[in-house]
């Protein structure tokens, strides 16, 4: 149900209810502790603003009261029987949505729901509006740090620009913008990822608007082995959109290994086949980065 502002005349209405309209989606998984107060605290800062707004909670098989405390708030609430994992609740929440922008933010207290206006006030001439994570109070604990940072860099060079934000969890999109990479957008925590750089390798307009970000309510669901998957996320994301960028550097390291190599035979005067084969490994993986650029071309072309 819509939080609505007294306006006048029906037509009107309904202009200012496509533009300035916002679905709040909040993944919920076993946050029965602190669900009701981050309903509240989004519901107080969007009443604030010019915006109509809906809350979706999607309690993503919570075996604790998350449902219950969900339920006693204002925000519509969708429960799945199992946990299917972060991405897919925002999917399901997203898919319930009846506005043209959706906004994310999670249960867990880490972003400042105070934020959110900032964010609504960058929407225009944008498809999506990213909370970065780099305001004066940031807990990120100190092992997540070098991963981060790492990732952060490496999506970067790969996307052709600096993202300040890979990943956070509070950010506004335009429902055009997450319907064209629905497909792409996977069940686990990799969902903001994706989305991030599928919007950053095909030009779409992104504004990032530093927030701050605290200690979370609660135990993290996050695990070392999630960087590993991170990683191979970003790669593969990239060899989708833009695999001149992952096949040609890997190419060229393999070729300079080649030819130093063939150098050094030549000083010494005895070719040998490792210097052969990695040039021809590198012709070779050239080669099949072109030929996934041609598809992923033709791919985008037919969307």
């Not at 981060?148 to 790969?158: D, E, G």
């Not at 790669?235 to 890997?250: A, D």
């Amino acid at each position: 149900m819509f939080k609505e502002h007294a306006i006048d005349g029906a037509d009107t209405a309904h202009e200012q209810r496509q533009q300035r309209a916002v679905t709040v989606v909040i993944p919920a998984f076993n946050e029965g502790d602190h669900i009701a107060e981050e309903v509240a605290a989004v519901e107080k800062v969007l009443g604030d603003t010019d915006w109509q707004y809906e809350i979706v909670v999607v309690d993503d098989g919570s075996t604790d009261n998350t449902s219950t405390q969900a339920a006693s708030t204002s925000a519509q609430l969708i429960r799945q029987k199992r946990n299917h994992g972060y991405g897919a609740a925002l999917k399901r929440g997203i898919a319930a949505a009846d506005t043209d922008w959706i906004l994310i933010i999670d249960a867990d207290g880490t972003y400042p729901a105070d934020a959110i206006p900032r964010l609504l006030a960058a929407a225009p001439g944008n498809d999506m509006v990213v909370g970065a994570r780099i305001g004066q109070t940031v807990k990120v604990p100190v092992l997540r740090r070098p991963a981060k940072w790492f990732l952060r860099h490496l999506a970067s060079y790969l996307a052709g620009q600096k993202l300040p934000d890979l990943n956070s969890g509070l950010r506004l999109m335009s429902r055009s913008l997450v319907e064209r990479y629905n497909h792409l957008l996977p069940s686990g925590f990799s969902f903001t990822t994706t989305i991030t750089l599928a919007a950053a390798c095909n030009d779409h307009d992104i504004e990032y608007v530093p927030i701050d970000y605290f200690a979370r309510r609660g135990r993290s669901s996050i695990r070392a082995w999630h960087a590993y998957e991170f990683l191979l996320l970003i790669l593969r994301t990239i060899v989708f959109f833009n695999p001149l960028k992952v096949f040609m550097p890997v190419g060229g390291a393999i070729a300079l290994a080649g030819l130093a190599k063939l150098i050094y035979d030549i000083v010494i005067g005895n070719l040998s086949e490792s210097a052969v084969l990695a040039l021809l490994a590198a012709l070779v993986i050239w080669a099949v980065g072109l030929l996934a650029d041609q598809n992923s071309r033709i791919a985008m072309q037919r969307r």
